[in-house]
Nanobody, 120 residues
Framework: QVQVVESGGDLVQPGGSLRLSCAASGSITSIYAMGWYRQAPGKQRDLVALITSAGSTNYADSVKGRFTISRDNAKNTVFLQMNSLKPEDTAVYYC??????????????WGQGPQVTVSL
């Protein structure tokens, strides 16, 4: 079983910055990738940024140059530094984790999703 715990959501003004954190724990033997998705009201859940255990990253075009994803492999933790925030970044941000358990089974787990609101 895997637990995914996020923190860092808040209300921020346009142009401001926020840092999201996510930690995975449980019977995990390895993690292939960790990342962030977001879902705005009435819209589908979309990829924001993903990072593999090797450090390869993938970003949505809408956040390139503004958001930075990083990872602490030793602590099974991923971070999302969000700068120059825009109102259209307002959404629930979900942490995503893919890996394997002690039993050898693969898993995909999600966090509860902190709310990020960008508004005056």
């Amino acid at each position: 079983q895997v637990q995914v715990v996020e923190s860092g959501g808040d209300l921020v003004q346009p142009g401001g910055s926020l840092r999201l954190s996510c930690a995975a724990s449980g019977s995990i033997t390895s993690i292939y990738a960790m990342g962030w998705y977001r879902q705005a009201p009435g819209k589908q859940r979309d990829l924001v940024a993903l990072i593999t255990s090797a450090g390869s990253t993938n970003y949505a075009d809408s956040v390139k140059g503004r958001f930075t994803i990083s990872r602490d492999n030793a602590k099974n933790t991923v971070f999302l530094q969000m700068n120059s925030l825009k109102p259209e970044d307002t959404a629930v941000y979900y942490c995503y984790v893919r890996g394997t358990l002690w039993a050898g089974r693969h898993f995909d787990s999600w966090g509860q999703g902190p709310q990020v609101t960008v508004s005056l």
